[in-house]
T-cell receptor
């Protein structure tokens, strides 16, 4: 079975700090993408960043970057210079089994304090 | 605007009512999905449609009935629901769910309350 673990149910940091959200997963696939989604209070699930498993270079999108360790099946998200608008639930999503595409973790509730 | 539109945004219904949730995408995607998001639980996949054909039904009770008339539209028909069905229902679309999977685009969800 495909599994994903986000070990931090909630995190709180001050504005402008750097924060890292952890994610570990299990998959039997070899060629796949990994994703981080953000869900703010507006409920919209927004794609934050996508990593191609066959690429050694870690993906970066502005203030968001990942630390992808394929052998360890670890996929953490780093947010630099955090902003109040980063307050949201963050979901790690590796490939799921079957036809569903992705498996979602339970999420990390990130709170950015002013 | 994400390209996936869900209506209504909020819905309150009695246990004997019949209602429908609607999802529409104009991204040219071929697959559409219904997810249920309950408090403190991971997203639960309910149904998958690939090129209008249902390819996944994740042991969902028959009081939830999906319909996919074309690749751009997806409905979830609701009848005789239970209070535990209260949740956020998310629609998503993607290119065909082959491998590697390129990810979803989500709608804003319908917040359903069953009274």
């Amino acid at each position: 079975a495909q599994t994903v673990t986000q070990s931090q149910p909630e995190m709180s940091v001050q504005e402008a700090e750097t924060v890292t959200l952890s994610c570990t997963y299990d998959t039997s696939e070899n060629n796949y993408y990994l994703f981080w989604y953000k869900q703010p209070p507006s409920r919209q699930m927004i794609l934050v960043i996508r990593q191609e498993a066959y690429k050694q270079q870690n993906a970066t999108e502005n203030r968001f970057s990942v630390n992808f360790q394929k052998a360890a099946k670890s996929f953490s998200l780093k947010i630099s210079d955090s902003q109040l608008g980063d307050t949201a639930m963050y979901f790690c999503a590796p490939p799921g089994g079957g036809a569903d595409g992705l498996t979602f973790g339970k999420g990390t509730h990130l709170i950015i304090q002013p | 605007e994400t390209g996936v539109t869900q209506t209504p945004r909020h819905l309150v219904m009695g246990m004997t009512n019949k209602k429908s949730l609607k999802c529409e995408q104009h991204l040219g995607h071929n697959a559409m999905y219904w997810y249920k998001q309950s408090a403190k639980k991971p997203l639960e996949l309910m149904f998958v449609y690939n090129f209008k054909e249902q390819t996944e039904n994740n042991s969902v009770p028959s009081r939830f009935s999906p319909e996919c008339p074309n690749s751009s539209h997806l409905f979830l028909h609701l009848h005789t629901l239970q209070p535990e069905d209260s949740a956020l229902y998310l629609c998503a679309s993607s290119q065909a769910p082959g491998r590697p999977f390129y990810g979803y685009t989500f709608g804003s969800g319908t917040r359903l309350t069953v009274v």
